[in-house]
């Protein structure tokens, strides 16, 4: 089944206020005393981390996209539910991370969010919404209908010599770390670009997205073989807001990302890439 225009849009609708409503949730209880709780995850403890807000916010969204699933006839995925392969089954899936950058907002930090998309069998993921209690920021995109912050176009920023390299916990801990970043130093002076600045927030939604809003930036994260690297809900809504916006997102090899992989819900297997433009995936070292 091919979802119209109309359709799409009523959708999307549907996510906003799904994600708003769980934004207030997650905002009430921002700065507050959280009990964070181990879960099963991958090798970082960004991905092993759970609290009673995630699952409140979940609860929320569910609620609001439920009567979509058998309208539309649409299959479901999201971080704190089994995956019942029922993304395997239908045309299109909810993907859903109710609250990206746990660790972040257990420790009151920036880069936590709230992601909805909803993606394709096939893993291109059509709509996007992330929702930012820190900046109390809506963003929004169709494919094919441009990218949204608070009902305002996004468009990819221009005119900064910096080139800002986003990051996560876990780029810090690699061992080509040290090697990456003394190689985008020169690398930039290639493209004009005069300085690099890093720049750490706690959730990969957020890393994505704000490749647009603090332009030129990349935010990348390498395959390796451990499972984690993100997961499909941790870029599917940002993928199709960041791409819509103007912006560039990729596996580590330049190909798609694999929205919708079979054997897990990891990233890990092929890494990740965001930027603001194509063109700077040229001064990205390779891994050696």
């Known amino acids: 089944m091919d979802l119209n225009k109309e359709q799409l849009h009523e ?27 181990a879960k099963e995850g991958g090798g970082n403890l960004a991905s092993c981390v759970v609290t009673e807000i995630d699952l409140k916010a979940q609860s929320e969204i569910l609620d609001i996209l439920a009567p979509t699933l058998e309208k539309y006839d649409l299959g479901l995925l999201t971080e704190e539910s089994t995956d019942d392969s029922s993304r395997f089954d239908k045309d299109y899936f909810w993907c859903i991370d109710p609250l990206d950058g746990t660790l972040a907002f257990s420790r009151n930090e920036d880069g936590y969010s709230t992601s909805i998309a909803l993606t394709s069998k096939q893993g291109v993921p059509i709509i996007g919404v992330v929702f930012n209690p820190r900046s109390n920021s809506l963003y929004s995109a169709i494919k094919g209908y441009g990218a949204f912050k608070d009902n305002t176009p996004l468009k990819v920023k221009t005119g900064s ?7 996560d916990h876990s780029f810090l801990k690699h061992p080509e770390y040290e090697n990456q970043i003394e190689n985008l130093k020169l690398n930039i002076k290639e493209l004009g670009l005069e300085n690099l600045k890093i720049h750490q927030l706690g959730g990969a939604v ?83």
């Open 206 to 288: 957020m890393n994505g997205i704000s490749t647009i809003e603090m332009a030129p930036a990349i935010y990348y994260k390498f395959p390796k073989k451990a499972l984690g690297g993100g997961s499909l809900w941790d870029f599917a809504a940002s993928s199709v807001v960041q791409s819509e916006a103007g912006g560039y997102n990729s596996d580590f090899f330049k190909n798609a990302l694999d929205l919708n992989r079979s054997d897990s819900t990891f990233m890990n297997h092929n890494g990740v890439i965001y930027s603001s433009s194509e063109n700077l995936l040229k001064i990205i070292p390779p891994l050696h």
């Open 161 to 167: 010599k910096d080139l800002t390299l986003l990051y």
């Open 11 to 37: 959708l999307c609708e549907i996510s906003k206020k799904a994600a708003l409503s769980a934004g207030k949730i997650i905002s009430k209880h921002q700065g507050s005393k959280i009990e964070v709780h």
